[in-house]
């Protein structure tokens, strides 16, 4: 494993982009990356943000550190395949088009999803807000905790949208609580299931 120089102390925000490959983001002891089979790699830190982009291959790992909280995390991918432990942070922004992005539980004051084609498996906690956009694909998010504590904003076109496994109407507004979610689906599927809170 190749170790991120300067580790932890240089790096607090993460700037990631995957495309054409299979890629996996876990939990270690030091901040690192394993890329066996990448036909392209940009990874290096400026100014605390970890840089990474690579193109192909297969078996590509990021390693984060037990206990590691970023300030900001943006991940993008293009036809690839992403996994994601579970992460902490203020603000997370996943932006997807095609292949697929499979996520531990991610807390984050605030959480932004884009799917454009693909599929996506979130889940979250957020903390204050989170918009989700669903474009041609397929899109899952359990949020952990109760209905009741958000208010959803939902609005679609020719695809459909459930929460809590009912379809809602072309615009709709659900809930009076404090924690905002808006939710759009233009021609795919998006689905916001509620866990309860976790343990």
């Given at each position: 494993?190749?170790?991120?120089?300067g580790?932890?102390?240089r790096?607090?925000?993460?700037?990631?982009?995957?495309?054409n490959?299979?890629?996996?983001?876990r939990?270690?002891?030091?901040?690192g990356?394993?890329?066996?089979?990448?036909?392209?790699?940009?990874?290096?830190?400026?100014?605390?943000?970890w840089?990474?982009r690579?193109?192909?291959?297969a078996?590509n790992?990021?390693?984060?550190?037990?206990g590691?909280?970023?300030a900001?995390?943006?991940?993008?991918?293009?036809?690839a395949?992403?996994?994601?432990?579970?992460?902490?942070a203020?603000?997370v922004?996943?932006?997807?088009s095609?292949?697929?992005l499979k996520?531990?539980?991610?807390?984050?004051?605030?959480?932004?999803?884009?799917?454009g084609?693909g599929?996506?498996?979130?889940?979250?906690?957020?903390?204050?807000?989170?918009?989700?956009?669903?474009g041609?694909?397929?899109?899952?998010v359990?949020?952990?905790?109760?209905?009741?504590?958000?208010?959803?904003?939902?609005?679609?076109?020719?695809?459909?949208?459930?929460?809590?496994?009912?379809?809602?109407?072309?615009?709709?507004?659900?809930?009076i609580g404090?924690?905002e979610?808006?939710?759009?689906?233009?021609?795919g599927?998006?689905?916001?299931?509620?866990?309860?809170?976790?343990?």
């Amino acid at each position: 494993m190749d170790k991120v120089c300067g580790g932890t102390r240089r790096v607090s925000c993460l700037d990631f982009v995957f495309k054409n490959g299979s890629f996996e983001i876990r939990r270690g002891s030091v901040l690192g990356t394993e890329f066996p089979g990448t036909d392209e790699l940009l990874n290096f830190v400026r100014c605390g943000v970890w840089y990474v982009r690579a193109c192909g291959g297969a078996g590509n790992v990021i390693v984060l550190p037990r206990g590691f909280e970023a300030a900001a995390v943006n991940i993008k991918t293009e036809d690839a395949y992403v996994k994601l432990c579970p992460l902490d942070a203020l603000d997370v922004s996943f932006k997807i088009s095609g292949g697929m992005l499979k996520t531990g539980v991610v807390k984050a004051r605030s959480i932004y999803a884009d799917l454009g084609r693909g599929t996506a498996d979130i889940t979250v906690q957020p903390e204050l807000s989170s918009f989700f956009e669903c474009g041609m694909g397929d899109m899952h998010v359990r949020l952990l905790g109760n209905k009741e504590d958000h208010r959803i904003r939902s609005e679609h076109g020719v695809g459909e949208l459930f929460i809590d496994g009912e379809k809602t109407g072309r615009k709709a507004i659900n809930g009076i609580g404090s924690k905002e979610i808006f939710a759009r689906c233009g021609m795919g599927v998006l689905r916001l299931d509620f866990a309860g809170m976790e343990r």
